[in-house]
Each structure stands twice: as C-alpha cells, then as structure tokens.
C-alpha cells in the first residue's frame, strides 16, 4: 500500500485499463510546457474547461495531484514530475512510429528534421544538404535554428531529428552526440574595421567598441564573459544580444560591431575579416546530437552519412 492508501498494483492496472488516452498525455504536457490550464488551452486549441476537466480525470485515474496551483499557473508536484516525463517518451515514441509508418509506405518520401546554432551552419550543413538531396532528390530537410537548449528540448520531444552545432559536456538523459570536428572560434568585424589595423590587438584595446554577444543560454555566452573576467574587464555595456546568424552578419557589415563567431563562418565571408586576437580557450568540437533511445528514420540516417562525409572534407583546413 502506498502512504495514500492506494495499492500500487491498483494504480498501475489503472493506467491500462482504458481510461487513460492519449489526449490526456498531451493536456498533461501542454499544462507543463506552458505553465497554466488557460496557456496549455490557447496552444492545444481547446477551451479551459476541456483542459480542466481532462486534468482532474488523469489525477483521478492515477489517485495522485500533478500540479501544484498557485496564483501565477502551475507547478509540477513531484508525482507530475516523474509523469510527466513518461508521458513525453510516449508521445515522442508515436510520434517516431507514426514517421516510420510514413516513410515505408512511401518509400523515398520522407523528410528530415535538423536543427542548427551557428557552428556548422555556413558550410557543414548547406554542402551535406547538397549531398543528400543530389542523392534523394524526394526527400524534404527542414531547418530550424535555435538556442542550443531548445533544439534539445526538440530532440527529446520529437520535434526534431537531428541538430548540428557545437558539443556540449553536460548533455541531457536519452540524447547522444557524435564529434565531426573541432573548430576554433575567432573575433570578427567587417573588412575596413579599425581594429584590423592594430598589431595583436588584446581583448582591453577592443572592448571599447559595441559588441554582439550570444544570448544567455549558450555556452559560447559563459565562455566570453570567463575571457572578459580573465582579463580583468567588464563585460562591454555596448553590447547586442542576438543568435541569429543573418542579424549578426548584417550588424556587422553596417557598424563598427565585433563578435566571436565559429572560424568557418568568418573566413567564408569576404566581407568579414578576423581581427588577430587569439582565444585559445574558445575551441569546441562541432558535431551531431540526436536521440540515444529511438532509432534514426532512413531519411535522418542518410542525412548523418552525408555530414560525414563533408566533415571529413572540412577537418584537413581546422587541423
């Protein structure tokens, strides 16, 4: 018996008896992912009573409060917490056999989700692409971009299969990562800059200028500020705040703006320059993140074969 009185096999007996559906899965995340019963309504495209009344039914059948509620939505209890996270693997798991499902009854028609954050978005990505589609011309490749937390929030819900960028050490359950290359990072500015007339210019002579930095959510954000305290300065006030690679790239063409950027990037760009400051302790690997507990699609698997490949092509001019 548990401390509530309930008998444990009861409770598991419940959730296959029938009652529990699928729909109560996706109000249960939906409250989760948006914090109330009224945000989860508005992005399920249901009413707040259909979202309240499945609540109380999945916290009836499993004899057991999910949510905590407070003035300002709701928590997750420490039952929801655990439920939640099983019902996003189930989700995630239908979601996978429903593509599966798709890609054998329509042989070559398929697609591919990848998501992508700077690091091997200039070339890496666009010539793997290539790659593919010459190969498979039917298959579809949607990009998305993103912060790196997102896209691996993407991953564990089944959003996305696959996402390029730099690695990171601490990486969350069910997700697994493959090291293409290492790639150093490097200051840029636009061609004219008047920093690309100092010799060895230090970080002290250029945080005088504005500055794009990475937003707060990446690692490349917390590795620039450590430089920025190892050197005994303040973090330039002048300062933007951006991840996307088109605003970053058109800010820097127009102003005096600087920004540390992945060195294919820079040097791909004729009109952008690399500013000869040296940061040894910004060098990352650039790899692959995907699913550790879900089989890659056909689509998804023929897409990693060919970042492979162009991987290896890249890797002799990083060496």
Sequence with gaps: MT???????????????????????????????????VGAAKALHVTQPVVTRGLHEVEAILGVSLFDRGHRGVTPTIYGESFIEHARAVLAQLRQAGRQLDLLARAELGRVRVGTHLAGS???????????????????????????????????????????GRLTPSLPQGLAQERLYAEPVRLVARAGHPAHELREPTLGQLAGYPWIFPVSQTELRAELEELFVHEGLPI?????????????????????????????????????GVIDTPLPSIRRSVGVTFPADRPLSPATGALLTHLRQEAARLRPGLA
């Design 3 to 37: 401390t509530d009185g309930t008998d444990r096999t009861d409770r598991t007996d419940k959730l296959l008896d029938g009652r529990l559906k699928l729909r109560h899965l996706t109000l249960v995340t939906g409250i989760a992912d948006q914090g109330s019963v």
């Design 122 to 164: 200039n070339l890496l990505l666009p010539r793997a692409i290539a790659s593919l589609k010459s190969e498979h011309p039917r298959l579809t490749v949607i990009v998305r971009e993103a912060t790196p937390d997102l896209l691996q929030t993407a991953l564990l819900t089944g959003d996305t299969d696959l996402t390029i």
């Design 236 to 272: 330039p006030a002048d300062r933007v705040e951006c991840t996307s690679i088109l605003t970053v790239r058109q800010l820097l063409l127009t102003t005096d703006m600087i920004a540390a950027l992945p060195m294919l990037i820079a040097e791909d760009d004729a009109h952008l």
